[in-house]
């Protein structure tokens, strides 16, 4: 993925900035709420300037009576990099590396992953809402899986077939039957390869019910996240697996740092297409699951890699629309990545364990923002021999990790404003500022209890929002503060060191989707304090939506 010390000012800009959250500022002259600063865990890219206040405190004015304010988990996304970030490959390759492949733009193709192993009402509707969607094509469901854990000599790989409903998938527009093969470091021929027979096996098996089910596939696609040092080995299992294919056409899966392989371009002379994952775990402890210009600079290495070679099959990009929970523990698999034991963390998977503590599981996710600016820079421009975009993963109710379709929709449609033709140039395309998540912390008084307040989060924006840093609020000097108490996984308790602040402390990793709102709190005050929240003009903001 490149070498993660030497960035660029823009790879800064999208640099991981720790837990920092949102902050409600108040200016050192007025005493009142000025406005929001950014600093978005996964991936800010700029920042909002605020005035700071004595000493640095952060704090935003609710009326005479209570102060309330808030480092949000997730923040505002800001994103007002290089609208092209997507398109240019960076300092370090500079516009001649593009100039010698051929170029493209435009809308971009897209497809999708289903990547649920238990198969019920939530995935079929789940693939009745990708059939609703007309500008998302193929969707590629896992079909099977080779565990392959217990390695030479430790027992025989299980194949682990997933028991998807081809009753489900009428629907579909193009169906790809995907099997992963879990980690393997060799051998690759003779007695002690364990895994090629049954992956044969798998191949034979769900070939036969596709065509028992009367479903034409897309593709048959074999996921291996092989060592780089592995790729002549995995090439002969692609020539075994490629006798066994027939008419369906043969994709594989293909990680960047195979591309400075010698033995990659044989890889492709196996295979009808092609997908480059350009998303996955940063060993250095990351906090993103994507690298805006290492995603630049890997597509732009494909394509020169399929240019040199006439005949070479174009590639889809695989983009991430998930988080994962990673735990510190020394045993260690992950999810899709495949990459085992590197991180020294346990990846919590596709499905989220209920309430994930957040003293127990860290959280690496996908910025909407940031992988809505490569959709926008590759609509403007690309490589001609990217063929287009699969995202991994389709939402399903119940994953608790992967994007709301709202989160989805409002992402994949990042580049839908540009129409292709000699006119369109790289730059600025979309206000990618309405990817940030506006997540914010209201009051609500029921009228029938006087001087009872409801503390809320609601998510007025178009992507989902982490709720997964703590809230400081602060009264003023006279708010006679009689009760409190935190619910929903948030806990409210008064400061050590002052009296008039109090914390509300969130327990577990929580998400809103767009449109939710979550109480997570009450205040009880004498009931003759007033409360109104105040903007930096000294105007009234909006209460808690109804």
Aim: net charge negative; with cysteine.
């Amino acid at each position: 993925m490149g070498d993660r010390n030497q960035k660029s000012k823009r790879e800064q800009n999208v640099d991981n900035r720790g837990n920092r959250g949102v902050v409600w500022r108040v200016a050192p002259s007025m005493g009142t709420l000025v406005c929001l600063a950014s600093g978005a865990p996964m991936g800010a890219i700029r920042e909002r300037r605020c005035p700071e206040t004595p000493g640095g405190r952060a704090r935003a004015r609710f009326g005479l009576n209570l102060n309330l304010g808030s480092r949000l988990g997730l923040g505002l996304v800001a994103c007002v990099l290089a609208v092209g970030c997507g398109v240019e490959v960076g300092e370090q390759e500079g516009h001649s590396a593009r100039a010698d492949v051929e170029r493209s733009r435009g809308p971009l193709t897209q497809s999708a992953y289903l990547w649920q192993r238990s198969w019920g009402a939530p995935v079929r509707a789940a693939l009745d809402e990708a059939a609703a969607r007309e500008d998302l094509g193929a969707v590629s469901i896992l079909a099977a899986e080779l565990d392959t854990r217990g390695g030479p000599g430790h027992g025989a790989v299980e194949v682990q077939a997933v028991g998807w409903d081809p009753g489900a998938l009428a629907r579909v527009r193009a169906l790809g039957l995907v099997i992963r093969v879990g980690p393997w470091s060799g051998p690759f021929t003779g007695p002690d390869d364990q895994v090629l027979e049954p992956l044969l096996a798998a191949v034979d098996g769900q070939l036969a019910k596709a065509r028992s089910a009367g479903l034409e596939l897309a593709e048959l696609q074999i996921d291996f996240d092989a060592g780089s040092a592995q790729l002549a080995g995995y090439g002969r299992w692609l020539e075994a697996v490629r006798a066994h294919t027939g008419d369906t056409p043969l994709t594989i899966t293909a990680l960047p740092d195979w591309l400075g392989r010698p033995e990659f371009p044989a890889l492709l002379e196996l295979c009808d297409a092609w997908v480059l994952q350009v998303h996955g775990l940063d060993p250095s402890g990351g906090r993103a699951l994507i690298d805006i210009e290492a995603a630049s600079r890997a597509v732009e290495r494909a394509a020169r890699i399929v240019d040199a070679r006439g005949g070479a099959p174009r590639f889809q990009v695989a983009l991430p629309t998930y988080d994962y929970l990673l735990s510190p523990v020394r045993s260690v698999r992950s999810g899709r990545s495949g990459r085992s034991g590197r991180s020294g963390f346990r990846v919590a998977g596709e499905q989220a364990p209920a309430n994930p503590s957040l003293t127990s599981f860290r959280r690496v996710g996908s910025p909407p923002a940031v992988v809505a600016a490569l959709v926008d820079g590759w609509t403007a421009d690309r490589p001609a021999a990217m063929a287009g975009l699969v995202w991994f993963r389709l939402p399903v109710e119940g994953d608790r990790l992967a994007w709301s379709w709202r989160t989805f929709d409002a992402v994949r449609g990042s580049g839908s404003e540009l129409e292709p033709g000699p006119e369109l140039e790289p730059g600025p395309r979309l206000d990618l500022g309405s990817l940030e998540p506006t997540l914010r912390l209201c009051t609500a008084a029921p009228p029938e209890t006087p001087g009872l307040f409801e503390l809320r989060l609601e998510n007025d924006g178009r992507v989902d929002a982490w709720l997964d840093a703590p809230h400081e609020l602060e009264l003023e000097p006279g708010a006679d503060l009689l009760a409190s108490h935190g619910q929903a996984e948030f806990s409210l308790a008064r400061s050590a060191d002052s009296s008039s602040q109090l914390t509300l402390t969130p327990s577990v990793h929580q998400r809103l989707a767009p449109g939710q709102v979550r109480v997570v709190g009450w205040l009880r005050l004498d009931p003759a304090a007033q409360v109104a929240a105040i903007d930096e003009h000294g105007a009234a903001l909006p209460p808690c939506h109804p």
